[in-house]
């Protein structure tokens, strides 16, 4: 969190609303398509947080309720400026679909069945996997999975595609696993006088 202190209070938070509407206003297919985007955003060019906060933040908005988009702005903009921050990190990320919605339902009954639209959303969907393909493999990368780690995830997909287990009860599974038996490697704590 290198830059966050840098601009004054309001300018800051019009920078955090500014970046997350642009990830909602150019994102399509949902949380999951938005990841590249707000990793490349808030790591890679703002530096504002690191990937291992990043990577942090995504397993606690993956466990909570909510879309994975607003709940890792709440993490990201509370971080950063407390509650002012997460306000505006979550009216970022959920204003560009809120309009969208609202020109969509006023005009809905007239391009329901128009054939254009309904390609230009096929279109879009081999975009979209692409994209949250993207993200799954950058997370992958990012998270240094272990052998075991590994397993624990393959295990946890096919509880989920093949064994019908809703995702929440796997993630509840995992984590109290991970509570009871860490997974991670601690880090030795530094010599006295930092040798």
């Known amino acids: 969190m290198t830059r966050n202190r840098e601009n004054g209070p309001m300018k800051f938070h019009c920078e955090l609303f500014l970046v997350f509407f ?15 985007l707000i990793e490349h955003e808030i ?24 879309p ?7 993490f990201v903009g509370y971080r950063l400026r407390g509650v002012s921050g997460c306000l505006a990190g979550v009216l ?7 309009l969208c919605m609202i020109v969509i339902a ?6 329901k069945d128009n054939a254009t639209v309904a390609a230009v959303f ?5 975009a979209v996997a692409a994209l949250v393909a993207a993200s799954a493999w950058s997370l992958g990368v990012k998270a240094k999975l272990t052998p075991f780690t590994l397993c624990l995830a393959v295990l ?10 809703s995702p929440a009860w796997v993630v509840l599974a995992i984590a109290f696993a991970g509570a009871m038996f860490p997974f991670a490697k ?3 704590p530094a010599a006295p006088g930092g040798e």
């Open 106 to 111: 006023a005009f809905f009954r007239g391009i």
């Open 122 to 126: 096929t279109g879009i969907r081999p």
């Open 92 to 98: 970022g990320t959920v204003m560009p679909s809120f």
């Open 186 to 188: 601690k880090t030795p």
């Open 22 to 36: 642009r990830i909602g206003l150019f994102t399509l297919g949902g949380g999951y398509a938005m990841l590249p």
């Open 43 to 66: 790591i890679d060019k703002k530096k504002w947080i690191g990937s291992e906060d990043f990577l942090n933040a995504l397993a606690i908005a993956q466990s909570l309720p909510g």
């Open 156 to 165: 946890a997909a096919a509880c989920v595609w093949l064994g019908r287990i």
């Open 68 to 74: 994975i988009a607003v709940n890792t702005a709440t």
